[in-house]
């Protein structure tokens, strides 16, 4: 009995060594299938079923974690306390407000006169709607608009545009002191339409109106600054000598008049001319000197701040 045991308990060992190998056979024979499949799909296949493999294995990577080569920022994944510092500035139309340069002028209009100081940071923009500034006299219904080939009248669609142009110093027959050789002692500003009498010039800052005759009205700060605001329509001014502003305050609306001292009226273009007076430090060490600065830079941060309102 002992001996017959024996013997079974071998069978039963060497049956269960052959189904070992039977099963070991079978996982070997589903491998190579497996692997001739891979091997034989055409190369171009080869590589999708690549790509899409790695990209399906790709670990997620773990939250928190700096990815090595961080992507752009998309689009709304902006920090909100910063404001993007590349956001172009729009008017109340939708359009891109832009400007060239301080004493760039048109070609054939002047020298220029370059001065990129910000005179008043607080002031406000002297007009409520949106403007253009640019030449009235070297561009589209100018009686210089042919010396650029802009002919045409002043209600051409491409005078109400942006990019702002600088005309300060602009060639003029009139002297003065930043100007010797004859220029333009402000800068023209296009209301928002040519249309006259509708668009609001405003005082830009506190003021006293210190004088009002002909084609102007000029106000003065308590610490000296001057402004004129010339060509708003006389006959229907908002304030009087002597009266008082508060910054922003409505003076008058935005007209051509321009009268002779003998009181001719004079034509003109639909603008608003401005003038700012301050003390102008030159870099030659000389006295400042109380004139008719460039206002351009000024009225750049004005409307700036405006703008983003
Ligand atoms: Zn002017």
Known sequence: MRAG???QKGNTTVNLLIGLAIVSLC????????????????PQFADELEDEGSAIEEPDAPSGAIPEDPPDTLPGDEDEDIPPTDTPLTDAQGDVFAYLPVGDLLPLSGP????????????????????????????????QGSLNGMEGGQCEIANYDYPWQDTFCEKRSRNQDLCPGGGHEGLDI???????NVHWAVAVEDARVIDVRRHWVTLQT??????????????????????????????????????????????TTIHLHFEMYE????????????T?????????????AKLRE
């Open 112 to 143: 220029g006169f370059v001065d990129d100081t910000v005179y008043r940071p607080d002031i406000v923009f002297p007009t409520e709607d949106r403007v253009f500034l640019n030449s009235q006299v070297y561009r589209y219904g100018g009686y």
């Open 190 to 196: 296009r209301p928002a339409s040519c249309t006259k």
């Open 222 to 267: 308590a610490d000296g600054t001057i402004y004129n605001y010339l060509h708003l329509n006389m006959g229907a001014l908002e304030v009087a000598l002597g009266d008082d502003v508060a910054q922003g305050q409505r003076i008058g609306v935005i007209s051509n008049d321009f009268y002779n001292s003998d009181g001719s009226s004079v034509a």
């Open 279 to 290: 003390n102008y430090v030159a870099s030659d060490g000389a006295d400042p000197l109380f």
């Open 27 to 42: 996982f070997l024979a589903v491998w190579w299938y497996e692997k001739q499949a891979v091997e034989s799909v055409p």
């Open 292 to 304: 008719k600065v460039n206002p351009y830079m000024t009225l750049v941060s004005a409307y700036d």
């Open 5 to 7: 045991s024996e013997t």
